[in-house]
């Protein structure tokens, strides 16, 4: 969840959009001086969402795929009905947010490749395979679109490898060779990222019931504390890479430590559970809030008063309050529909 609220921060910054770019004063955005992390590198939410969705693939899904047990008719159902029905509401709602704009104000609202061909794209959850010409309609959906190929990677390289280190250490070497060799793409990366989550999975599995715990979780535990600090000074080095390389070398340790079995009240993991379905739903209805208010604002001839704390506490919170609203009337139950509809009924479906 805290990847999410780096990334509505990050775009907190689309209401300075002027109908043809994004003009803003950083340090004068509402509570720049508690949220400047956010503010300034918000962005890099993407590839911690990567990292997550690489540790929960390989704790879930990786003997099973590996052993052939899974497949890939479930595994395709698994995810559709975990990402299509919102990410489809979603885009038909900004077409007609985007129509709107464009029909009273003259232009598109941030994203502007809102064509046929675009709509095509985004249907087909391919918004950003290299065939696009820029971000269109609900444009952070585009995150979503790449790790849909690297689901495919993770399932092909387990089903042919039959263990899960050889694709995990190929995959990482894959993106940080082309990125070096200036040819990373956002598939490379995602490919990186994810498969640097998986080996925190490989971690949990070995380590976490082994004598040996002893010394890796300690050592993981001091590379976690120091990681955020080295990240900062990574951000601010010449080389553009720094960040990244520090990103996906921490990422095994800072899952492998936060995703150790923790000890709390039931209601208390309820209300991390209720977090957690969040995630998803603010992601990809942000966007389209942002559109609405920012319509609402120029339509009425008034100014975005986005340097007001009160615009960001109603946006942020919005975002939340849809996401729960979403998940609990539409999500969930869509989820359960597909499933329950599209696996047979002799293999009981993940959650995940």
Known sequence: MLAAFAVLVWHYQHFAFDGVSIVVQRDAQPFYGLLHPFYDYGWYGVQVFWSISGFIFFRRYGESVAAGTVSAWRFFVLRFSRLYPLHLVTLLLVALLQYVHITQLGHYFVYRHNDVYHFLLQLFLASHWGLQDGYSFNGPIWSISVEVLVYLVFYVSLLLCKRALPPILTGVALAIGLREAGLENAVTDCIGFFFAGGMGALLMKNFSANPAAGIVRPLAWAITIAAPVLAVLFARAPSANAVIY???????????????????????????????????????????????????????????????????????????????????????????FLRRNLIPQTARPSRV
Request: glycine share 8%.
């Open 246 to 336: 520090s990103m996906t070398a921490y990422a095994p340790f800072v899952l492998y430590c936060f995703a150790q079995p923790l000890r709390m009240r039931q209601d208390i993991g309820k209300l991390v559970e209720v977090a957690g379905n969040l995630t998803y739903g603010s992601y990809l209805l942000h966007f389209p809030l942002q559109l609405a208010i920012a319509w609402y604002f120029k339509s009425s001839g008034m100014t975005i008063p986005m340097y007001d704390g009160s615009l960001f506490v109603f946006y942020i919170g919005m975002s939340f309050g849809a996401a729960f609203i979403g998940y609990r009337l539409f999500e969930a139950p869509a989820q359960a």
